[in-house]
Every structure is written in structure tokens, then in C-alpha cells.
């Protein structure tokens, strides 16, 4: 059984950092390529970010430069830094595990940009 357990989610203001970790059970982290995807109300999940099991990343336009997504392998956590942030980045975001085809959703954590 895998679980991802996401945290770090909170209430910040316009030009603010949060950090977001997902800590993940299972035999699995190490092989899989870790995501976070968002969602934001009324709209459909994204691709925020994704790590590699080597650590390569790639981002999504709208946060490259200012998010930055790592992996422990150690901790079987990924991280995902964000700074600058901005209203629309408000929403719920969710750890992601892809292993071998096999896709692995957390329960998500809430972010919001407000003043």
C-alpha cells in the first residue's frame, strides 16, 4: 500500500514562500518520478512540477523561476519551494507518484495567496 501524505499547505501573502513536502510510504519512492499537480477552484488539475528518480525536473511556464521541486531520498519526501508567489496560485496542490505506469494521488493540502 502506497500513501502520500502532503504538508506545508497555509494561508500567505502576495510575494510570500511556502514549502510543501510529501512524505511517501512504501518501497516505491525511489523509482518513481514525484509530481505536484494543483487545482485550482473551477478549474482542472495541472502540472505544477516533477522530479525524475535521477532529478531531472521540469516545470510548468507559469512557475518556472520561481518554484523549485527536490527530492530526499533518504526521507522518501519531495519538496516543493515556492516563492514569489501570487494570487493565482491559489489552490489545492497534490503530490503525485508515477511507478511504472502505476499513478499515486495524496490527499492535497490547500494554498492561499491573499492579502
Known amino acids: 500500500q502506497v500513501q502520500l501524505v502532503e504538508s506545508g499547505g497555509g494561508l500567505v501573502q502576495p510575494g510570500g514562500s511556502l514549502r510543501l513536502s510529501c512524505a511517501a510510504s512504501g518501497s516505491i519512492f525511489r523509482s518513481s518520478i514525484m509530481g505536484w499537480y494543483r487545482q485550482a477552484p473551477g478549474k482542472e488539475r495541472e502540472l505544477v512540477a516533477a522530479?525524475?528518480?535521477?532529478?531531472?525536473?521540469n516545470y510548468a511556464d507559469s512557475v518556472k523561476g520561481r518554484f523549485t521541486i527536490s527530492r530526499d531520498n533518504a526521507k522518501n519526501t519531495v519538496y516543493l519551494q515556492m516563492n514569489s508567489l501570487k494570487p493565482e496560485d491559489t489552490a489545492v496542490y497534490y503530490c503525485?507518484?508515477?511507478?511504472?505506469?502505476?499513478?499515486?494521488w495524496g490527499k492535497g493540502t490547500l494554498v492561499t495567496v491573499s492579502s
Open positions: 522530479i525524475s528518480s535521477g532529478g531531472s525536473t
Open positions: 503525485n507518484a508515477v511507478y511504472y505506469g502505476t499513478t499515486y
